[in-house]
């Protein structure tokens, strides 16, 4: 499973850089390998000042060794040994129109002082996050979500979903960081879902990803738009800082066990802006993104 | 010393917003009132769009009630009830030559259940980050610092400088914010210093914050800057934005009590980038800095 899934997501970045690169039709992804002092590395893939993606990363990262102790507390284990691989990718897109989105397919391992597998799971997903709402791509990203989890599990997509509303909240300003998508983890084999079947599931969500976000992209990318909509949209990207930094399991995961800061960091939008207690005007597009987020919407 | 240490920072307040207003010459501080659900409240003041300085504020607050438990545990107590205030300032300037500087200077109160006071203890401090690195000016902000550090305890700025050190460093950057200052915490009457003498070394302290930061204001502010200038400040304000929002606990705290979220966060800058895996050229100013933030120096 190991050699399988990492084969999956080197696989799936080369389908989605090739893509992505299609699409921008300027910039094209650097690719900065890297090793983990403990074990294992990774391939980021990085583009930045495209035509349509100001910036994004697509990265791949494979990872074992001895747990350190703030992952065992985390994990509640006290094993010997780990393994975990998994593909990030954040893309920021220069229009204000196209939303931003985010998604990481992940496997992990854990190991007795044998080095037999004692545990093994995926987890996973992927949320939009738009600076201007239109409902119909929320509603095509849902909808795309949807069918994928469905020939899988009837169950899946409305419990996916509900765990990405909880998972994507920025709790100290009691707002969503997007309209969501799919969020799972610790998917074991079990009664119902052998780990193949997790596999194929997994792996139909990351195959599917494409067809979720690009039809959005290719929809909004020429939209006109003007310097307050580009100010909305960096000052809303505050709040993805603020969720990355402040909230997110996985970049604080990786701060605190020293992983490669450049590749995590990745996720962080290119420009940003902070400014005191901005409130948009009643009744604008803007005011009505932020009455959105503020309670999770059944999108289909 | 509630009322006493309250009165202070209220008067600390309106002085250095009307000497940085003069600085400025153009824009002037907005004031917010707040009130704390809890108990309590504050009055930020916030500055933006100014000729000098980009943004800023200088935010007073005093707030009371029942400890929540997040700040039980924090504390290590079990006691039922606290009283705190502080003023806290962060000012950004606009040009990338011009430092900058943030200051805390803070008193707490803790009760038993009959209302008497079992702990009580001031802390505080203010530190320097510039963007291009003038030893003088870092130099100055020290000396100014230990001036008035050995007017109280000729141990305190070794002492202080060294904990504000300690303080301010990015662990996932493995480098410091900036160039320090002073950093204090938990400072109780005891067998050297009673309360009215830390009283007396606080409100020292702050009365000559400005002695300490407007003269490099005053010489810096005039510097002509190009575009690649402030491109270095707006990515170096990232590490700003990193630190506030991963390690500082006055912010995390004030996150996690639901602590007024814009009176918080004006600390964050006003316009910051990210880009990936960013390396100063060689020999450059810009490196210089990154060099010398990597290990504490010894400004006087």
New interface residues.
Partial sequence: MKSEFSAFIDSLQNEITSALEKVDGKATFIQ?NWERPGGGGGQSR?M?NGAVFE?G?VNVSKVNGTLPDSMKAYLKVDHGSFFACGLSLVIHPKNPFVPTVHANYRYFELYDEQGEVVDQWFGGGQDLTPYYLFDDDAAHFHQESKTVCDRHDKTFYPKYKEQCDRYFWNT??DEARGVGGLFFDYCRPNEKHSLQQWYDFVTDVGRSFLKGYLPIVEKRKKTPYKQPHRQWQ?LRR?RY??FN??HDKGT?FG??T?GR??SI??S??????????VEPTPESDEARLVSVLKKPVNWI
Same sequence: chains 1, 2.
């Fill in positions: 900065d990085i930045q910036k990363g100290h300003r960096e505050g800082v603020e930094l402040i604080l701060l605190k020293k800061i450049e960091l990745m962080l939008p290119p420009v940003v802006q902070w400014h005191y207690n």
